[in-house]
Structure formats: structure tokens, C-alpha cells
T-cell receptor, first 117, second 111 residues
Framework: GAVVSQHPSRVICKSGTSVKIECRSL??????MFWYRQFPKQSLMLMAT?????????EQGVEKDKFLINHASLTLSTLTVTSAHPEDSSFYIC?????????????FGPGTRLLVL | TQLLEQSPQFLSIQEGENLTVYCNSS?????LQWYRQEPGEGPVLLVT?????EVKKLKRLTFQFGDARKDSSLHITAAQPGDTGLYLC???????????FGAGTQVVVTP
């Protein structure tokens, strides 16, 4: 299957700082990428849909000024958690959608563990 | 509320036993995907089912998509400790194209 990478895999930061997470599709182009958040022992919660060359679409209840998304190329999307606070600590996972032979498949990155002190 | 209901939420079995995980919804999906996730990692795609009534086999795993494309099941034969993980089903909504995830089924296979 296709490969999606995330960087960094884990990050610890102080409250009030900003953290940028990168998501790359390594062997395919993705016009659409997705950002999810996952709490312990829970399923994935979609935060936003990232579209290459246009503004991201945020899910209800997700602050767009808090979670900045940039999808500048067909292989890279970034999520910046601005002015992070302890309640932002979580597991963030990106996903890239591959379209092939009229079928769409989402591949997930390995996730980024964020801990805000 | 979860659009996709997965059951059971937790399953603990002995190595060699069989198990089935169910994924049900009142909505029709254009396709449904099954993922397995291990702690601290992202979900790994196991299979995509598209056609109503479709059955796909992946070694000891058998996936079925309901005739009406509203439900699916995952059956594991002779489970092994390596099958331990969180199994997630995700349906793609026709109109928005977004994946809707179930709550997941935590499977633990003990030697």
C-alpha cells in the first residue's frame, strides 16, 4: 500500500508555544489530506479536511485559528497547533487520500504524540 | 452519536480461537474500509470493500460487506497474538466523501 509519513513522531513543548506537524504522501500525490485527533482508547476524530491549494475545511467545534492547516503541495500538508495548552496534548494522525482506478483509499500516517507541559 | 456502530467493544480470546467483529449502520456507504491500529501507531489499512455482498479474504481474515452496503463483518480464523490490536471500520459517505469511523473493537489474543 501507499506510504504516508509524519514528522515529528513525538514532541514535548511548553504551554504557549506553537508546534508544527508535517504529513507527507511518499509515493503518490494527494489532493486531499485529513487531520485526526485520537484520545486514549477512543476512535479517530476528524478535525479538518486539507485541500491542496485551497483553505481547509474544519469540522464543527474545531478552532481554525488554533489548528492552522496548510496544504501547499500535492505531497505535503502541515498542521500547526498555535499557543498550545495542556488540553491540546493528544495523538494527532494525518491521512492522505489516493485516487486510483476510480477508487479512493485513505492511508494513514504513523501519528504524532504531542505533550504540552 | 457514532454513525457506525461496532461490536463488541472489547474481545479477549485465546490463541487458536475464532472471532467476529461487526460494523453496522443505518446509512448506505459507497465503500467501507477496515483498519488495524496498534498502540502509538497510525491505523493500517486491511481491506476496502465496495460491492454489496462482497467477500474478501486476506489469509486468516475474511471481510464481508452487506448486500445493502450498510454493514460489514470481519472474521478471524485461528487467531494469533499478532492479531492483537484496535480494529476500526470506516465507511465512506457518498455525498461528502469523508470517512466515518466506528468506535473500534479492541481485540486481545493471548498465547
Amino acid at each position: 500500500g501507499a506510504v504516508v509519513s509524519q514528522h515529528p513522531s513525538r514532541v514535548i513543548c511548553k504551554s504557549g508555544t506553537s508546534v508544527k506537524i508535517e504529513c507527507r504522501s511518499l509515493d503518490f500525490q494527494a489532493t486531499t489530506m485529513f487531520w485526526y485527533r485520537q484520545f486514549p482508547k477512543q476512535s479517530l476524530m476528524l478535525m479538518a479536511t486539507s485541500n491542496e491549494g485551497s483553505k481547509a475545511t474544519y469540522e464543527q467545534g474545531v478552532e481554525k485559528d488554533k489548528f492552522l492547516i496548510n496544504h501547499a503541495s500535492l505531497t505535503l500538508s502541515t498542521l500547526t497547533v498555535t499557543s498550545a495548552h495542556p488540553e491540546d496534548s493528544s495523538f494527532y494522525i494525518c491521512s492522505a487520500r489516493e485516487e486510483r482506478d476510480r477508487e479512493e483509499t485513505q492511508y494513514f500516517g504513523p501519528g504524532t504524540r504531542l505533550l504540552v507541559l | 452519536t457514532q454513525l457506525l456502530e461496532q461490536s463488541p467493544q472489547f474481545l479477549s480470546i485465546q490463541e487458536g480461537e475464532n472471532l467476529t467483529v461487526y460494523c453496522n449502520s443505518s446509512s448506505v456507504f459507497s465503500s467501507l474500509q477496515w483498519y488495524r491500529q496498534e498502540p502509538g501507531e497510525g491505523p493500517v489499512l486491511l481491506v476496502t470493500v465496495v460491492t454489496g455482498g462482497e467477500v474478501k479474504k486476506l489469509k486468516r481474515l475474511t471481510f464481508q460487506f452487506g448486500d445493502a452496503r450498510k454493514d460489514s463483518s470481519l472474521h478471524i480464523t485461528a487467531a494469533q497474538p499478532g492479531d492483537t490490536g484496535l480494529y476500526l471500520c470506516a465507511g465512506r459517505d457518498r455525498s461528502w466523501g469523508k470517512l466515518q469511523f466506528g468506535a473500534g473493537t479492541q481485540v486481545v489474543v493471548t498465547p
